[in-house]
């Protein structure tokens, strides 16, 4: 039977690392999220991923193409020319929006170079609460006795 003690040193063998880097981040980070620093994020995060991207571009050619690359894909070739282009426009859409969820649910990693404390804050409210009492420097104490 274990007594709580041991659960406690489990929980700081465990949780270390993540409140290391937590704590790095409330010392390293600026508070504020804005629209140029996401945008500037999801650039950097296009470049990362470069290989999934051009994965897909090569996947959706022949809808971004016209001409015989249209063949395979007859249902949409029966399409008029504004139901293309709607279609690609929703496409498009759909790409930005899921980029730039991805870009913020990264920005909200303790430890990655991508992290922002207002994201933090902002997606993972219950989280901040609970660690910000972490960010204070009477508190910025190691946790293990490495």
């Known amino acids: 039977m274990r007594k709580p003690d041991d659960y406690l040193e489990l929980l700081v063998k465990d949780a270390d690392p993540y409140i290391s ?8 980070t600026e508070k504020k999220l804005s629209t140029s620093l996401t945008i500037k994020n999801m650039g950097k995060y296009l470049v990362r ?3 999934n991207y051009i994965f897909w571009g090569k996947f959706f050619l022949p809808f971004i193409t016209s001409g015989s690359l249209w063949i395979p ?7 008029n020319s504004e139901a293309k282009v709607f279609f690609l426009f929703c496409m498009s859409v759909s790409a930005v929006l899921y980029w730039r969820r991805e870009t913020l649910k990264i920005m909200t990693i303790p430890g990655n170079e991508f992290f922002n404390l207002g994201a933090f804050e902002k997606y993972r409210k219950e989280e901040f609460e609970a660690f910000i009492n972490l960010s204070n420097d009477q508190f910025l104490i190691p946790l293990s006795k490495n």
């Open 21 to 28: 880097n937590l704590q790095k981040g409330f010392q390293s």
């Open 49 to 51: 991923n470069m290989r």
């Open 73 to 79: 894909y007859y249902p949409f070739n029966a399409f």
